[in-house]
């Protein structure tokens, strides 16, 4: 299902011992906690791309209080998928929507993000599925038409590859925060689903569309981490508890 990353290549990727190997040499080794990372230096613009470890640490403690639950619910109740099929999640992340809805499903799931940090603590929690580090703006390292489901939760969107990695009778959804999203904290937000079913139409129609939407009463502590993981700089004073909501757009499409 993998392919290689190396430019133009895009072989196959075989499993040989600890490593990925395509038809002309290219390999890649398996880290210990059974990830790969496929990244390219030419996919690289800074560093450590991706999210920090600091965010990722926030945001993991803030599933662990619960808080995404009502968000997972909502995007479960829209996904039509299908015991046994592959579920792809781009920009997943720590994991938390991938694995709980593989679990929810009882399917296969892999998870594709540009962060270590990110691959790194969704392959130490979450085993069962299958976590790979790659440029996913860029191309998206799976064979044509490998997937039964595409999940993007408030990641930057590749409709062509979407379509690509996608079956023919297969689902995408895609999340995006509504303006509502931390009203509290960033006051009122761009509504940004339209923009998202326009840049799709090309490829995919609209089946459903909804908000998905929870409030919930945080203490001071839960707040830094809220700030922490949306990359809010900090005010000079500490934060306060309050009630914050969470809030998404997310719409399901079908290829066309």
Known sequence: MLLCTVRDCRQELLRDGKRLVCAQGHSFDLSRHGYVNLLQPQDR??????????????????????????LLDGISSMMPLAKGSALLDVGCGEGFYTANLA????????????????IQAAAKRYPECEWL????????????GAFGAVLSITARLHPEEFRRVLRDDGRLLVAVPAPDDLIELRGAGKDRVGRV??????LFITEDRRC??????????????????????????????????FSLDAVLLRPR
């Open 45 to 70: 613009r800074s560093r450590n791309p991706g999210d920090r470890v600091e965010a990722v640490a926030a945001r993991r403690r803030l599933h662990d209080r619960g808080l995404s639950q009502p």
């Open 197 to 202: 079913v326009e840049m799709l139409e090309p």
């Open 133 to 144: 580090i790659a440029n996913a703006d860029r191309f998206l390292p799976y064979a044509t």
């Open 103 to 118: 679990t929810r499903f009882e399917t296969r799931a892999w998870g594709v993000d540009l962060s270590t940090s990110a």
């Open 212 to 245: 998905i939407r929870t409030t919930a009463d945080l203490d001071a502590e839960a707040v830094r981490d809220v700030q922490i993981s949306i990359y809010r700089p900090m005010q000079a004073e500490d934060p306060r508890p309050m009630r914050l909501t």
